[in-house]
T-cell receptor, first 114, second 112 residues
Framework: AQTIHQWPVAEIKAVGSPLSLGCTIK??????LYWYWQATGGTLQQLFY??????VESVVQLNLSASRPKDDQFILSTEKLLLSHSGFYLC?????????????FGEGSRLIVV | GEQVEQRPPHLSVREGDSAIIICTYT??????FSWYKQEAGAGLQLLMS?????DRKEEQGLTVLLNKKDKRLSLNLTAAHPGDSAVYFC???????????FGTGTRLQVLP
């Protein structure tokens, strides 16, 4: 069975400090990977997706960057946090199948920027 | 680009009643549709996915209806129970892209 693990679970960071959020998928070879951002009480905004190692497509950047250093790992980062980066970050993997491109989400990383 | 509207934003029903959530989308090339449930502080749990060639799908007390003519997708929870209280999102996408657009969410409260 596939599992998806996000880290850290939560962070409180200062404005201007760097950030790195990670996501690891086990049990699925060469998955499509995604980063979403969710403001408190809001909808999900797709930030990035990746279909293979070393290749990342930006949907909305929000002064963030993403990398895929390994087949099973997706990293979201920035060198300087803004207050507007606060929110809930969700990593997902997808499987194209009989019902289309179905996303499976991790448990998320909550970020508070102060 | 694709725009997805979801309504109602808040919904309160009694235990045993049905709850209906509706999404409307703008892109006629939308090819697949999903519904997710999000409990407080947690990630999204997939409820059901359908392709555009499916008009109706039922699973475990949930019914998804797709009206392609009106570009409308609905989720019907029959006989809701308190454990169904959560935020529900629809999600849609085209077959030739990895961009998946989410609706604005519906906060469902099921009262005992």
């Amino acid at each position: 069975a596939q599992t998806i693990h996000q880290w850290p679970v939560a962070e409180i960071k200062a404005v201007g400090s760097p950030l790195s959020l990670g996501c690891t998928i086990k049990g699925k070879s060469s998955p499509n990977l995604y980063w979403y951002w969710q403001a408190t009480g809001g909808t999900l905004q797709q930030l990035f997706y990746s279909i293979t190692v070393g290749q990342v497509e930006s949907v909305v950047q929000l002064n963030l960057s993403a990398s895929r250093p390994k087949d099973d790992q997706f990293i979201l980062s920035t060198e300087k946090l803004l207050l507007s980066h606060s929110g809930f970050y969700l990593c997902a993997w997808s499987l194209w199948g009989n019902s289309g491109n179905t996303l499976y989400f991790g448990e998320g990383s909550r970020l508070i920027v102060v | 680009g694709e725009q997805v509207e979801q309504r109602p934003p808040h919904l309160s029903v009694r235990e045993g009643d049905s709850a209906i959530i509706i999404c409307t989308y703008t892109d006629s090339a939308t090819a697949y549709f999903s519904w997710y449930k999000q409990e407080a502080g947690a990630g999204l749990q997939l409820l059901m996915s359908v392709l555009s060639n499916v008009d109706r799908k039922e699973e475990q007390g949930l019914t998804v209806l797709l009206n392609k003519k009106d570009k409308r997708l609905s989720l019907n929870l029959t006989a809701a129970h308190p454990g169904d209280s959560a935020v529900y999102f629809c999600a849609v996408g085209r077959s030739n892209t990895n961009k998946v657009v989410f609706g604005t969410g519906t906060r469902l409260q099921v009262l005992p």
